[in-house]
C-alpha cells in the first residue's frame, strides 16, 4: 500500500528560528499534497495544496511567507516554518496522492508534534 | 460554501455491538467519500472510501452512501475496544482533489 514518510516526528526550538518538515512518499509519485495542521481536540484544518512543480495553493488566513511549502519532485514535499512563535506550536500533517487519488484516498504522513519556545 | 458534518458524539456502544456513525454533506457535486479513523495523537488512517450508491464491506466496516440523501454512514460490527478513536468524514469535490473533512465523531467501545 501507499506509504508516506514524515519526519522529524517531534521537534522542539526556540522562538525565532526556523523548522523543516520532510514529507517523502515513498512507493508511489505524489502529484499532489496537502499540509494541515492540527490543535489538540480539533479537527484537521487544511494549510494548503501543493502539485508538484508549481507554487503551493494556500488557504485563506495562512501567511504564505511564514509557511513556505516546496513540492519539487514527485516523492518529497516540505513545509517550513520560519521565525517560529509559540503559537505555531501544533500538530503538522502532510498527506499525499496520486493519480487515480480521488477516488483511493490519501495517505497520511504519521505527523510532526511542534513545539515552539 | 461547501461543509460536511458529523455528530461530534461521543458514541459510546458495548463490545461486540455495532457502532453507527454518520455524515452529511452540503456539495451535490461531490463525487468521493472517505472515513478515516484517527486515535489521540496519531494522523488519520484511511479505512474505507465509496463513490457509488449502496453499500460497501470491508471486514467489519460497511460504508453506505446515498448520494440522493447527501448522506454517508459507517457501520463498525462487532465493535472492539481498540475500535475507539476519532471518525472523522471526508468528501471529495471534484477536479481540484481537495478533501473537505467533518469535525469527527468520537467513538468509544466499552468493554
Known amino acids: 500500500g501507499a506509504v508516506v514518510s514524515q519526519h522529524p516526528s517531534r521537534v522542539i526550538c526556540k522562538s525565532g528560528t526556523s523548522v523543516k518538515i520532510e514529507c517523502r512518499s515513498l512507493d508511489f509519485q505524489a502529484t499532489t499534497m496537502f499540509w494541515y495542521r492540527q490543535f489538540p481536540k480539533k479537527s484537521l484544518m487544511l494549510m494548503a495544496t501543493s502539485n508538484e512543480g508549481s507554487k503551493a495553493t494556500y488557504e485563506q488566513g495562512v501567511e504564505k511567507d511564514k509557511f513556505l511549502i516546496n513540492h519539487a519532485s514527485l516523492t518529497l514535499s516540505t513545509l517550513t516554518v520560519t521565525s517560529a512563535h509559540p503559537e505555531d506550536s501544533s500538530f503538522y500533517i502532510c498527506?499525499?496522492?496520486?493519480?487515480?487519488?480521488?477516488?483511493?484516498?490519501?495517505?497520511f504522513g504519521s505527523g510532526t508534534r511542534l513545539t515552539v519556545v | 460554501q461547501k461543509e460536511v458534518e458529523q455528530n461530534s458524539g461521543p458514541l459510546s456502544v458495548p463490545e461486540g455491538a455495532i457502532a453507527s456513525l454518520n455524515c452529511t454533506y452540503s456539495?451535490?457535486?461531490?463525487?468521493?467519500f472517505f472515513w478515516y479513523r484517527q486515535y489521540s495523537g496519531k494522523s488519520p488512517e484511511l479505512i474505507m472510501f465509496?463513490?457509488s450508491n449502496g453499500d460497501k464491506e470491508d471486514g467489519r466496516f460497511t460504508a453506505q452512501l446515498n448520494k440522493a440523501s447527501q448522506y454517508v454512514s459507517l457501520l463498525i460490527r462487532d465493535s472492539q475496544p481498540s475500535d475507539s478513536a476519532t471518525y472523522l468524514c471526508a468528501v471529495s469535490a471534484g477536479n481540484n482533489r481537495k478533501l473537505i473533512w467533518g469535525l469527527g465523531t468520537s467513538l468509544a467501545v466499552n468493554p
Open positions: 456539495d451535490r457535486g461531490s463525487q468521493s
Open positions: 498527506s499525499a496522492g496520486g493519480d487515480g487519488v480521488v477516488n483511493y484516498g490519501y495517505t
Open positions: 465509496i463513490y
